[in-house]
């Protein structure tokens, strides 16, 4: 299995500001992703980042809005821009185990915006 | 209509109950399957995670898939008040290499005293 921690692991943020999420995962892999978790509903995939290429974007996400970074085979962040209500959720690193091919999810950040 | 399937619930049941969590898929190209579990405010932890059809049992816990009807289940036996939790069944084929899931919306298991 793989242990992934995420920060921070809330935070209230005004309305045109930038946060960034960072996941650090206690093991090398290579497939990470970011989901958004909206109360009551189920997870939406908003890219996947493969350290050493460019990460790739669902429909719906954009890489102005949500610019992902993955400097290695441990960690990535996820930037939240220009922050609306509506981003106002729970963001969620996940990684894939390079062996068994078991998903793995951080603990999430809770992020609302006033 | 969505790939996968689930009941939202919540689902109540009495301390030491058989739960039966179940969810449907429609993609035949769905060869793994799994179960998550997620506390209030906590990620979701990966329960049980299968290959095609058949069983898998971990505990108290067992995973049931039937291709044939598109059904995917989950057991608890003797179940506790600990296991009051959502539980996300998700299914993934390998599509050109990408092996990322479909999750269901998660059905709320409520296990009281």
């Known amino acids: 299995s793989a242990v992934i921690s995420q920060k921070p692991s809330r935070d209230i943020c005004q309305r045109g500001t930038s946060l960034t999420i960072q996941c650090q995962v206690d093991?090398?892999?290579?497939?990470m992703f970011w989901y958004r978790q909206q109360p009551g509903q189920s997870l939406t995939l908003i890219a996947t980042a493969n350290q050493g290429s460019e990460a790739t974007y669902e429909s719906g996400f954009v890489i102005d809005k949500f610019p992902i970074s993955r400097p290695n085979l441990t960690f990535s962040t996820l930037t939240v821009s220009n922050m609306s209500p509506e981003d106002s959720s729970i963001y969620l690193c996940?990684?894939?185990?390079?062996?068994?091919?078991?998903?793995?999810f951080g603990p999430g950040t809770r992020l609302t915006v006033t | 209509q969505k790939e996968v399937e689930q009941d939202p619930g919540p689902l109540s049941v009495p301390e030491g109950a058989i739960v039966s969590l179940n969810c449907t898929y429609s993609n035949s190209a769905f060869q793994y399957f799994m179960w998550y579990r997620q506390y209030s405010r906590k990620g979701p932890e990966l329960l049980m995670y299968t290959y095609s059809s058949g069983n898998k049992e971990d505990g108290r816990f067992t995973a049931q898939v039937d291709k044939s009807s598109k059904y995917i289940s989950l057991f608890i036996r003797d179940s506790q008040p600990s296991d009051s939790a959502t539980y996300l069944c998700?299914?993934?084929?390998?599509?050109?290499?990408?092996?990322?899931?479909?999750f269901g919306r998660g059905t709320s298991l409520i296990v009281h005293p």
């Open positions: 093991s090398q892999v290579t497939m």
């Open positions: 996940s990684v894939l185990s390079d062996g068994s091919y078991e998903q793995y």
């Open positions: 998700a299914s993934r084929a390998r599509v050109g290499g990408s092996y990322i899931p479909t």
